[in-house]
């Protein structure tokens, strides 16, 4: 693979950002790529906007993602999609979205407002293919609504050259044994989704 | 081939540490140096704990290194302050086996005070600076560390960042090498620093520098990377990897070991370049060396800022004054840090808006009390200054002032350096009030053990020291003991000992609702629910002003969520109308 991907995962503190942002860059390693991962969030992990850097190629230098390089944003939250899309490649780039609003309470307390017709202003502005995932539906479907990281995870599988079998073997390595059934279930879930 | 795995830069120097057989390490957590410390406990073969604050952690280190254990130090930038006293005095002490003290700067501030720029130490203390580039090596350089600090009879000072800390590449793992213990003697002219003593010494130490300015040429720590001599780029740390990824045909000049900067290596690169440009996060560290050397046409903070942390666009912007091409931003929703759900702050901060009292902060995850909702933290400087501030406050505005005046400081911060303040206050006679929010834990830095909680870096259990005993011990004749969750309990006792007239402490007692025995009782308390009939929605939203992450406004009526909720009941307390149960 000459080409280097790079990703961003974007949510809010708690979310499980850190595991799926782990299991992606270990599923390159596996594979023996370059890989370097750098995650970005302040103060408090909770409640607070979280994001995460993913690269990787046959060899990568810098573990942040440069602002117009960005291929694929993975939102675990639906607003925060809307913060990182000047990140993406100006053509050719893919946003997927968690169909889940979380009101932080700077909305309730009237100091801001939560965004609106999300999908429409990444589609307008970024010329971006936009994918909304009702995944936390699906995480249930799969026996665990914690596990919409996972079912994420598959949908953007979709888009990376690696086989089924290596993120298989990485999503056992890196979740609690009792749930690996779970995980699998969910990564397959959200694969086919974006298939139908 | 060794075993290969995705390591975080502080993940890595623990495993350096393990290679290299260090047998004692030393830290006082503090983003974003934390798991240097977490992971190094994990050996059986090291020594760890976690210290009462960077000054003490620092000499117990130093004092092991000078006994002959090879050792070493971790903080984060703004530590380093705090053990600045004997960081340079361990200069002109040396060493006896390897000491290697690791600063975590953080360009940024992601969780911190200020932007230091921590390489000036290595200038000012006249000690050899080592920046790796990423986490591999984070790891190979801190295994060279202890040879140079040995080979040069010097502590050595080892610089990371937030971005090289906290992010994970590749790294090829090595066995450990089992250092035996070096020998002590006494020796009273090199470690009993008398000023008869340290003015020799001052002689060692400026023929050392020589020295380790001849060997920073020669060692594989810096290298030339040929390429284009059209241009030529020094950099080091993690501004060579957003330099290589902006520039990869340029020739480099790249440095992993710093200060004191290598002259010789230097003129050869310049003799290969036709322009030079210094690539460096924060200070002109780099490009001052060069031009002291009289070579005035090199470039660097001409086109890199000062300011906030580098990434490849920066370092692209600044030099080719242009982005790569993008989409124009998109606004998306405000969302700062909160207080979590249950959080026992939130009972403290909401009393103290609710009084409307002056109130000095301190370091911790408290500090987020001065953001909206509450808005109730008038200053924050320093670990210690939340006590030591608050005295100042009632010194400048009497003791009128003062009654409406808090200080407030976590337990952790409490006893790395709260009780000075403390005895300062009873000594010369104020009436300042404090509060230790005691959550049992080093909380904001993700839940360290500390002196109070009864367990070492390690996991064993330890005697715990008693807060309100110290207190006592202070001269502090008036300590209070309240839970937060209390709200109405938490106010009556804030109001009385506002009208005291001597000092008083109180200590508001809750574990951290993360904790995991916390998270235990929380899955047994019911989660609470709104009955919209009764609730006054956009009329009182008295709920709201709590501050709780749970709870949200929905459809003009308060709502809280059930994935968030932990059932602390705080909100029921503050529910004028009932609606809450």
Redesign the interface.
Known sequence: MDRIFNIIIAG??GQGILTAS?IL??VA?EVGL????????????????VVSHVRFGKK?????V????CDIILSFEK?????W??????EG?KVVINDLEI???????K?????TNIED??RD????EVILVPATDLARQAGDARTANTVLLGVISNFLPFEDKVWEKVISDNVKKETIEVNLKAFYLGKNYYKK | MGK?E?LSGNEAIARGAWEAGVRVATAYPGTPSTEILENVAKYKEIYAEWSTNEKVAFEVALGAAIAGARSMTSMKHVGLNVAADPLFTSSYTGINAGFVIVTCDDPGM??SQNEQDNRRYAKFAKLPLIEPS?SHEAKDFFKEAFKISEMFDTPVLFRMTT?LS?????VELGEREEVPLKNYVKDFRKYVILPSNARVRHYVVEERLKKLQEFASQTNLNRIEEGDPSLGIVTSG?SY??A??VF?EATFLKLGMSYPFPVDLFKKFANMVKRIIVIEENEPFLEEEIKILGYTGVEGKKYIPLCDEL???VV?KGVLGA??????????????????AGCPHTGIFYNLWRLKATVTGDIG?Y??GAL??YESIDTTICMGAGITNAFGFELARGKDFSKKLFGVIGDSTFLHTGIPGLIDIVYNKGITKIIILDNRITA?TGHQDHPGTGKTAKGEPTKAVDIKEIVKACGIDKVYEVDPHNLRGTRDVLKEVMELDEPAVIISKRPCA?LPEERKKQAARPKRKVNPDVCRGEKCMGC??L???A????DGKAYISELLCVGCDLCIQVCPFGAIS
């Open positions: 809010v503190g782990e860059a270990k390693m370059d890989a370097k991962k750098s995650e970005v969030h302040g103060m408090s992990q909770r409640g607070g906007s990568v230098y810098s573990p942040l440069e602002k117009g390089a607003s925060e999609a809307l913060r899309v000047h990140y993406l490649k100006e780039g009101i932080p309470t700077t909305v309730s307390l100091l801001d407002t939560y965004p202003q990444i502005k970024a010329k971006a | 290969k995705l992601h969780s990423d971005r906290h992010s994970k590449t590749v993690i990897q957003y290589k990824e990869p990434s490849p666009e692209r982005e790569l091409p993008h989409p124009e931003p998109l606004k998306s929703v405000a969302r700062p840090p909160v207080f979590c995850c500090t987020l909206p909702p904001m993360l709201i002003k501050g709780c992450p709870i949200s406004m929905k």
